[in-house]
């Protein structure tokens, strides 16, 4: 008897433990409006598939309600996989005074290509994120995911590296994001950013391709005539 209450036990803590974690970011939000997912931080050791090569490392100013800083943003193409990743990076500036950044809010990223969020422990940076959210696509079509810094990245600090894996093989500039500060909460403007795009369908470049010869067959009757 006490060898089955103690497995009950166990099981039962277990079961608590795994009603406890966050919801991820490959399942489904609805009916909630959004989903957290909590972030513990990674390392290319424990992660060797996010081993690759920068594609593109862009950093964009910022400056509002007397904050102001840099984001890097970067795009990285997993060298096992040939799928990309993208990584962002806040720095505040010393010279900011009072408030600081409590929260990096991207839309128009898009949902197809997500897998999962996290922040590098093996990279710069001394104030990491504390949780991924997800929004709903049923009220955000476009694809939202916020990463959200509970205590703040403060003034002459700068976050770690955080992420999006995902299974793109191509990307644009088409996605954005906006900041929040720390204590009242004020917003950004928006900035561009880089984002999944969609790869043509081999009949696309088909169709491309027979296009570009009518064309080619119309100018030359042109010249001729």
Do not use: C
Request: aromatic share 10%; charged share 15%; no cysteine.
């Amino acid at each position: 008897m006490r060898f089955t209450l103690s497995a009950l036990t166990l099981g039962v803590s277990l079961l608590l433990a795994q009603a406890a974690q966050a919801v991820s970011l490959t399942e489904p939000v609805s009916p909630a409006l959004f989903a957290d997912t909590s972030l513990n931080g990674t390392t290319a050791a424990a992660r060797p598939e996010l081993a690759g090569t920068v594609l593109e490392d862009v950093i964009t100013p910022f400056s509002f309600s007397g904050v102001t800083g840099t984001v890097q943003n970067r795009v990285v193409r997993e060298t096992g996989t040939g799928t990309l990743d993208f990584y962002w990076k806040v720095d505040v500036d010393a010279s900011t005074t009072g408030l600081g950044v409590s929260a990096f809010r991207l839309a128009d990223f898009g949902y197809a290509n997500l897998k999962d969020a996290d922040w590098r422990i093996d990279g710069l940076g001394n104030r990491a994120p504390d949780v991924a959210r997800l929004f709903n696509a049923a009220s955000y079509p476009t694809g939202d995911v916020n990463f959200l810094f509970f205590n703040g990245i403060a003034p002459g600090s700068q976050s770690a590296f955080f992420f999006l894996h995902t299974g793109a093989t191509a990307y644009d500039s088409t996605a954005k994001f906006d900041l929040l500060t720390t204590g009242p909460q004020n917003l950004s403007g928006s900035f561009s950013t880089f984002a999944p795009s969609a790869v043509p369908e081999p009949s696309t470049y088909g169709l491309l391709a027979g296009g570009l010869l009518v064309m080619g067959g119309v100018l030359r009757r042109r010249r001729s005539a």
